[in-house]
């Protein structure tokens, strides 16, 4: 019985942490002028800055 009774929950817990909301989006780094030439404009992506084409550095 009580084995039973700990699959059932188990089971159910895997479930609800399986269960992802599609439309979320994951961003793994951000980046930033050093020099802060758009007043902490961040980036998703490594680059170099538009106003003084410094790279861009990951925070």
Do not use: H, R, W
Not at 27 to 52: F, L, N, R, W
């Amino acid at each position: 019985m009580f084995s039973l009774i700990a699959t059932s929950f188990l089971t159910s817990c895997n479930q609800k942490s399986e269960t992802k909301n599609p439309d979320s989006t994951t961003i793994s780094a951000t980046y930033q002028c050093p020099m802060d030439c758009e007043k902490g404009k961040t980036y998703d992506k490594p680059g170099k800055c538009s106003v003084c084409d410094m790279e861009l550095e990951k925070k």
